[in-house]
Each structure stands twice: as structure tokens, then as C-alpha cells.
């Protein structure tokens, strides 16, 4: 969509506001000016202020609030701009428009008022014009009108029409805020935007673009077409930070493009950088790959655009703060610094269009650059989760379970009890009764019997109600996997779980996990499959589970990276791969060596943090690298994946300093063996916390008999993994109990190994646990279980074979 002069009367294309996303659905004319801030129906964008927004209402597009009202802050700056939007107060109201300075600083406070004042602009303590007289209105229902021009250093206000006063203004950059200082006040069709931008094409030959497929694209007068080929996209040869990009696009009927912003050279834009999704699929519900989404992550506000025609569109790049119109509609608008996956994308990369085998045109492409920065610090203050956003924090980023957070777990293990129909009517059983605050987060079943009932918070009805094979299907879905069901199932005060409907029962058994969350940890009990996690917080852990069963991980992320030049190990030898001064976190490993070396035990790697003289993991590459053994490929899954050499992303912290080094335990040279790790050095701002986290450590066993004890760990921490070699025919362990503090642990007596991983067979390969090619594996990472002074886990056999702990320990 192409952007036009703030101080044009017409926009024939919405160009880029300022300011953010209220929501007020008044009819508009054919030729509207610039584009609407706001949805009609919530107060996306304007929650950026502390505190959070309250007594506020958005009914019909028409914003209300009172002197009780809290501020609001949105999630736009601008240099130059017009805001033109409708107002009224009343019991002696006051609505004032805050522009603070980016980044920091109080700026300019306009109010709006009627009788004599309105528009009094100030900065500080410092007035700039004392405005002018307004009279009331007369007529019930009416607004006045209002416009705010600014240029370089002067500021333009007219209400009703009426220029009200030119000022000479500081040449500060601003954002956008609302507060009501007395009285009640109503805004409505909030519209805003900013000077046109420069053209992107020029020439006839693209010369400021390239593409592995730029034959596919060619001009035809003013429109950029493309002649689908080779699923590429065609790139800006300049790198992008902050900028306003417009655009006009018309799209092959159910046809699929994208404008990717911020990706790194190299990259790909859903991975690596965004994508901000072109989609004609209107047939299909709106969610992660949805028109205007950033693809795979984050769903639209709202559908805008049209099928068949041309279609406008304005993507504003902000800081972490993205936003999105077509057709003059708010339709996208996230803080990525507060998302679980795109915080860790780049702030800057190339721009460029997809070639996704549908033709389409774009005509009209222009892009305002705006100042590097990240926009106000209001928005880049960390924001306290909820519990839902911390669950799925553990699955998108594994360091957030070395954070001591309070929450804790447990496993109610249930056989079912062997029952007949009584006079033919069906019978019942209790499967768990767990109080609350808590959540579910794994359900293991053997049977398919009845059907399961979910009463939350002591209520006499269940919410949720369904056979188990189709629980997957019922609540939050966060990966593909039917059995077990990892999800989130939240509840306040209680839950209690059913199988109704049951007949002749003769065999059976569930295994559930779920997580006790401490007070303050803001809880809201299940309501649906959709809706108990927050917009762009469930899809994520769907998107990294797909892109990891591609092949593909965050392998250009902005993270330091050291890559070591491969080494040959002579038997017996250890060899020094990685070595990183200070503190930070290791976010991933990548074995770059041939995969044969994960068929046996001859490879080993060892890593050692904070100049211990002993390494904190020392074991063979396979049981690091599970599932990969013998030309094992990709599968879905959150931490794993084979792209160029075995990955492991579950994260290390350390304090001061982490080394890594191979070792040849075999009789052969191994030849070519490096490494490649992703860094999250600490800064200024993160030391403390990364320099207090519990540390990745590991205890790898050897096979024989003599002891029961598949692992021991003394200290303050918790268990978030186990893979263990698996005998040909037994099954390993035949059952297990683990201590913790020196006590039995419920849920965890006379285990067996599929109660463990959660579910039987012989070769699966699952999202958090797996077992292939003589190893079984489980990564605890939702619900992980805490120890004080130990944990102790002990088999019912003295015939142990290898396995592989591991804890998050506290120093």
C-alpha cells in the first residue's frame, strides 16, 4: 500500500500512521484518508503502559473512558505525521494526547476540552500555546473533529475544521498515548499517517535487487510481475532496520506470496527473519499462516483484503514492534521483544518478495526509513508471564527451566480398575482430583475405553468432555502428537478428571503430568482449545515443531556464534573444540562431523563451565544427539534437529566461561570432528540473571550389574531428562522409583519405561521422547521434577545399561 503526504486531504492509499491500534468501525468515504489506528473491537496496541490498561471500552469502534480510566500507551513513533481523529467530553471532561520523546522523556501533552483551553500544548512544565475556545456541542451523539500536522519543528492543530494555532515544536521523534484528566471523554476513527516514501523499483533491469530466480520476475510498465519458478524471493540488495514499506499486490486466485523483512543474508525470512504472510485462502480460519501473519507465529488481527483485486498494504517496522494494514485496516500489530521465537530475530536484514509457485503483481512499492533504535523504552521493559506464557516458554526456550520460578510438578499414575456393567448402565472412575493453581500438561493412556471428563473449579458440569483418542483434538494444541497429549490445561482452584461412559473394563492405565504454579503467577482457568493461551503464544511451539521436522532451526540467529575447523582424533585423544570467556548461555550444539559417528559410542563430547577441573556432561555423541543414529532424519519435535550436523538446543548457562572438547574412546582415528555452538553472551542488563541460573549438568552411566541405581544427583535443582540404551529383548528397567529428598515420589513408583516416555512400542520418534535404534530418551521440559538435597532414581534390576541424566543444578 502506497503511503501519501500527511498533510494531503485524500489518501487514496492508507500510508503509515504514527501511532497505534484503537479499534472504531465508523463508515468511512470512498477516498479515506490515511489508515485506521484501531480495531472496532479491543484495544490492541495501546498496552504498552504500566500499569495495564483498565476501565477503558471499545464498543462499535468508539473509545471510552473516564478520569479513572488508566493511561494509554500504543505501540507507534513517528517523526513527521497526521493524526486526524473525532472526540467528546462531558462532565467538565479532559482527554489528553500524549506524545512522549523516543526514547526516553516526557515530550509533548496536547488536551482537548471544550470552552476555552482546548489544545493546550505543553512540554514538561513548559506551555507552547495556551489553545483556544471550543465551543460545547449542542446536538446529542455529536463529535468534534480533530487534526494534528506535524513537520519537522512545527505542530499544526485544527479542531472542527478551525486551524487552532501553528507552534514551533523540539525536533524529537514521538510516540503516542491517551489519558483522560477529568470528567469522560470518546474518541473514535482514529486515522493516522506519514510522508510518502521512496520508490524501491527504478530502472527496468531491478538493479537494487537479486534473486537465485530473478528471471522470474520482470516489469510490465509500472507493475512488478512474477512467472512463478524456483520457490525464491527477490531481495533488496540493502539491509533494512526501522522503516514504513508500501505496497499494492494482486494475487492468483488461492494463491500464496509474502514480504519478508529483517532477514539475514543467508536466511530465510520465516526463520530467520519475518514474513508478513500474502494469502487468498478467505475459505480457511484465520490463525498462524492466515493473510498479514508473521508466518507460523502470530495470527492476524483481522482480515482486510480483497480477492481479485488490488489490494493496499502498509508493514511498519518499529523496533521489535511490528504492524500491518490492507486496505487502510489494522490488521497486524506485535511486540516480537515479548514473543517466545521472534524475540530472537534480527533488527535489520533485506527485504524482499516471495516467489511461492502463484503468480502475482506489485506496483507502488516504496519504503520510509525511519532512525535505528527500539522505539520508547515503555515497550522493552520486561513484562511479567502468565502461567500459560511460561509453559510454552519452556518448550520455545529451554533455558527458562534453569530459572527458579516456584513451579513444581507431579504424575498421578491411574490402572484402571477391573469393573463390569452393573444392570447394564455404565460406570465411572476417577482418573486424578488435583487442586489448584495448576495445569496439566502431559496425558498418557493405554485404552480406549469411555470417554474423559474435565470438571474444572469444583463445577458440576464438565467444560470438556471427549473419547481419549481424541483429546489431542480438544484442548491447546501445541504439536502433532496424538499420544501422548502435551498441551496446557489450566485450572484456578481444581480439576477433576473422569472416564464416564465405561462398560466391561479389564484393562487400562493413564499416566498424567501436571504443574503446581506458585501465588502471584496469574492463572486463568481452561475456556477452549483456543483460547487459553494467549495470541501468538500458541502457535509457536506448532511452527518450531514443523520447522524442525524440515530440517530447519534458528541457524542465522543474531546470537555470537563459535565454529570451530574440524579436527582428527586419534584413539585416546581429547581434543579442544570451544572455548568462550565470561558468562552467558549456550542456546545451541551442532556436531559437525560425518553422522556415522552417531551410530556407536567411539565419539564423546565433554563440556566444562566456570573453571571446574570436572566437565559438567561428559558422554558419547549419540545420547546427545538421540534419534539420529543410522541415517535417522528429521522428526517433529522442540529440541533436536540434523541441518548440516546433529543439533541439540537444550540450553547451558554459565558464569565464567565454558570449554568443549572431543574425545576418541574408540580404536580408530575419527577424522574431521568441529563444533558449532549459538552464544547468548551476558550483557550489562542480563549478567545476574544468566550468572544465577542452575547449570545443564550431566551423568552418563555405564552398562553392567552390580547396582539398581539408574542415576543419583545430590544438590538444589531439577530433572529434566534421561536417555538410556535399551536392551535387544528386555524391557530396560522393567520399574523404576525415584526419590527425591530422600522420599518416595508419587506418580513415580513402579514405573515402567512406557509409563516414563508415554506410550509402548519399539520405534517412534515423539515431540518430547522417542525411542529408535537401541536408545530411549525424554526431555522433561513442561514438566520437569525439583529436588532440594537429591534425587535418586532406582531400577528393580541390577542389569542396567547405559544412560545418560540430566539436571539443571544449582551452584
Not at 533488496?236 to 506470496?257: E, H, I, M, P, W
Request: charged share 25%.
Amino acid at each position: 500500500m502506497t503511503s501519501r503526504s500527511p498533510f494531503l486531504k485524500a489518501a487514496t492509499t492508507a500510508a503509515v500512521l504514527f501511532l497505534f491500534t484503537l479499534a472504531f468501525a465508523y463508515p468511512v468515504s470512498a477516498d479515506p484518508f490515511g489508515v485506521k489506528l484501531t480495531r472496532p473491537d479491543s484495544l490492541a496496541g495501546w498496552d504498552y503502559g504500566m500499569p495495564a490498561p483498565s476501565g477503558w471500552s471499545m464498543v462499535d469502534g468508539v473509545l471510552s473512558g473516564s478520569d479513572k480510566s488508566t493511561p494509554l500507551l500504543s505501540g507507534f513513533t513517528a517523526g513527521d505525521f497526521e493524526l486526524r481523529f473525532k472526540w467528546s467530553v462531558g462532565d467538565g471532561g479532559a482527554i489528553r494526547i500524549l506524545m512522549p520523546k523516543v526514547p526516553r522523556g516526557t515530550g509533548l501533552e496536547l488536551v482537548l476540552c471544550e470552552g476555552s483551553g482546548c489544545g493546550r500544548l505543553s512540554e514538561g512544565g513548559k506551555t507552547l500555546s495556551s489553545g483556544g475556545v471550543v465551543q460545547p456541542l449542542t446536538e446529542k451523539g455529536a463529535l468534534h473533529s480533530a487534526a494534528i500536522k506535524r513537520r519537522g519543528k512545527k505542530l499544526l492543530l485544527s479542531i472542527d475544521g478551525k486551524q487552532l494555532y501553528e507552534v514551533e515544536i523540539p525536533a524529537d521523534r514521538y510516540g503516542l498515548g491517551l489519558a483522560i484528566s477529568k470528567g469522560n471523554g470518546k474518541l473514535a476513527d482514529i486515522r493516522g499517517c506519514e510522508p510518502l516514501g521512496k520508490p524501491m523499483i527504478t530502472g527496468k533491469t531491478l538493479p537494487n535487487w537479486e534473486s537465485e530466480d530473478k528471471k522470474a520476475w520482470r516489469l510490465e510498465g509500472e507493475e512488478l510481475v512474477l512467472k512463478p519458478d524456483k520457490w525464491k524471493y527477490l531481495c533488496t540488495k540493502k539491509d533494512y532496520a526501522n522503516f514504513v514499506v508500501s505496497f499494492k499486490y494482486k494475487l492468483q486466485s488461492r494463491g500464496n506470496s509474502g514480504m519478508a523483512i529483517r532477514t539475514p543474508r543467508g536466511g530465510w525470512p520465516s526463520g530467520d527473519g519475518l514474513e508478513l504472510q500474502i494469502y487468498d485462502r478467505p475459505d480457511l480460519p484465520m490463525d498462524e499462516h492466515s493473510q498479514m501473519s508473521i508466518y507460523g507465529n502470530v495470527p492476524p488481527l483481522a482480515w482486510s483484503d480483497k480477492a481479485g483485486q488490488w489490494n493496499d498494504v502498509v508493514i511498519k517496522a518499529d523496533g521489535w514492534m511490528i504492524s500491518a494494514w490492507v486496505n487502510g485496516e489494522l490488521v497486524q500489530q506485535y511486540n516480537t521483544l515479548h514473543h517466545p521465537e521472534l524475540k530472537h530475530r534480527h533488527l535489520k536484514g533485506w527485504i524482499g518478495m516471495q516467489d511461492h509457485k502463484n503468480w502475482v503483481r506489485y506496483r507502488d512499492l516504496r519504503i520510509l526509513e525511519a532512525p535505528d533504535g527500539t522505539g520508547l523504552d515503555a515497550w522493552n521493559k520486561p513484562k511479567p508471564l502468565t502461567a500459560a506464557m511460561t509453559m510454552v516458554d519452556r518448550l520455545m526456550n529451554s533455558e527458562s527451566v534453569s530459572k527458579t520460578d516456584g513451579i513444581t510438578s507431579g504424575v498421578v499414575k491411574k490402572t484402571l480398575a477391573r469393573k463390569a456393567a452393573k444392570n447394564g448402565k455404565a460406570t465411572e472412575q476417577v482418573i486424578a482430583d488435583l487442586r489448584g493453581p495448576g495445569a496439566v500438561v502431559r496425558v498418557a493412556y493405554w485404552g480406549q475405553q469411555g470417554r474423559l471428563a474435565f470438571y474444572f473449579d469444583d463445577e458440576k458440569k464438565p467444560r470438556l468432555e471427549c473419547a481419549p483418542n481424541k483429546l489431542w483434538k480438544n484442548v491447546p494444541h501445541l504439536n502433532n502428537d496424538m499420544a501422548p497429549v502435551l498441551s496446557y490445561v489450566p485450572y484456578k482452584k481444581s480439576l477433576k478428571i473422569v472416564l464416564r461412559g465405561l462398560r466391561d473394563v479389564k484393562k487400562g492405565r493413564y499416566v498424567i503430568d501436571y504443574v503446581n504454579f506458585p501465588a502471584g503467577l496469574q492463572v486463568e482457568t481452561f475456556s477452549g482449545a483456543a483460547t487459553s493461551i494467549p495470541r501468538g503464544w500458541l502457535e509457536p511451539p506448532l511452527y518450531r515443531q514443523h520447522v524442525i521436522n524440515w530440517g530447519v532451526h534458528r541457524d542465522f540467529d543474531p546470537q555470537l556464534r563459535v565454529v570451530s575447523r574440524k579436527k582428527n582424533i586419534a584413539s585416546g585423544k581429547s581434543v579442544q573444540l570451544a572455548k568462550v570467556d565470561g558468562a552467558g548461555l549456550v542456546r545451541w550444539v551442532k556436531l559437525l562431523a560425518d553422522s556415522k559417528t552417531l551410530n556407536n559410542d567411539d565419539l564423546w563430547l565433554c563440556v566444562t563451565i566456570d573453571g571446574e577441573t570436572k566437565p559438567a556432561i561428559s558422554a558419547p555423541a549419540r545420547f546427545w544427539f538421540p534419534g539420529f543414529a543410522n541415517g535417522g532424519g528429521n522428526y517433529y519435535n522442540y529440541l533436536l534437529v540434523s541441518r548440516e550436523g546433529a543439533t541439540n538446543m537444550l540450553a547451558m548457562p554459565f558464569g565464567n566461561g565454558l570449554s568443549l572438547s572431543a574425545e576418541n574412546h574408540g580404536k580408530k582415528t575419527i577424522a574431521d570432528v568441529g563444533i558449532d555452538l549459538s552464544i547468548e553472551k551476558a550483557t550489562d542488563k542480563t549478567r545476574a540473571d544468566i550468572v544465577g541460573r542452575a547449570r545443564l549438568r550431566g551423568l552418563f552411566l555405564p552398562g553392567g550389574s552390580g547396582s539398581n541405581v539408574i542415576f543419583s544427583q545430590t544438590g538444589k535443582g531439577r530433572w529434566v531428562g534421561l536417555v538410556l540404551q535399551i536392551p535387544e529383548k528386555d524391557p530396560v528397567l522393567a520399574k523404576a522409583n525415584v526419590f527425591v529428598d530422600g522420599k518416595a515420589l508419587e506418580g513415580y513408583k513402579n514405573l515402567t519405561l512406557d509409563d516414563y516416555l508415554g506410550r509402548s512400542g519399539r520405534e517412534y520418534r515423539k515431540c518430547l521422547s522417542g525411542r529408535r535404534q537401541g536408545l530411549a530418551w525424554r526431555y522433561m521440559l513442561m514438566a520437569p521434577v525439583d529436588f532440594q538435597e537429591s534425587i535418586r532414581m532406582e531400577a528393580t534390576t541390577n542389569e542396567l545399561c547405559k544412560r545418560l541424566a540430566l539436571f539443571y543444578v544449582k551452584n
